[in-house]
């Protein structure tokens, strides 16, 4: 979208004045702008890459492993919805069942993230444990795929409550994988 707008009011000058004359500089003020849209847009986006390496500009990313980093987000992000739920719903979760096993998911949740942090800091290689894992759960969801269409071929239930759930096994499945096809 960058640059649209000058080469719209570029485009909207009109090419003769009202006494019938050619408007002055037309064409140099279209070529000039459309040189400007191309090299801010190519130009930038070629020479960013090598100008933040000239200027030795690295991420600001963490030294900690993606692995480590999501799990301490993650377990941040729990403790802050079960510190809402405690502090704002308390009485709620008191009479409403589903607030209250909504409170139970989180709290088995910040659970299982402290045991993944353990896991990490215990295990001594940790890739191949992880690897390992991820395979699991694909066989794991690949044969709850399969029970999927064993029932979907009864014809029990709808179709939409089928894709819903087809739908959640696709989301867990790109969440091992990484959204790459296996």
């Known amino acids: 979208m960058r640059g649209v707008v000058s080469l719209a009011a570029a485009l909207s000058i009109p090419a003769f004045l009202p006494n019938g004359e050619a408007f002055p500089h037309r064409n140099i003020i279209l070529f000039v702008t459309f040189v400007i849209i191309l090299i801010t847009l190519v130009g930038q986006g070629l020479l960013l890459t090598p100008i933040l390496k000239f200027l030795k500009i690295s991420d600001a990313g963490s030294e900690l492993p993606e692995e480590k980093q999501e799990v301490i987000l993650m377990r941040k992000l729990k403790e802050t919805a079960l ?8 009485d709620l979760a008191q009479t409403n069942s589903l607030v209250q096993h909504q409170k139970h998911k989180l709290e088995n949740e910040m ?24 395979d699991v759960m694909r066989q794991i969801i690949q044969a709850q795929r399969n029970e999927l269409h064993r029932m979907k071929r009864e014809k029990i239930f709808d179709d939409h409550v089928m894709r819903t759930i087809e739908m959640q096994l696709d989301f867990d499945e790109a969440k091992i994988t990484g959204f790459a096809h296996s």
């Open 83 to 90: 510190h809402k739920l405690e502090n704002d719903f308390s």
């Open 111 to 134: 659970m299982m993230m402290v045991d993944k942090a353990q896991c990490m800091a215990s295990t001594g290689d940790y890739a191949t444990a992880m690897s390992e894992n991820k």
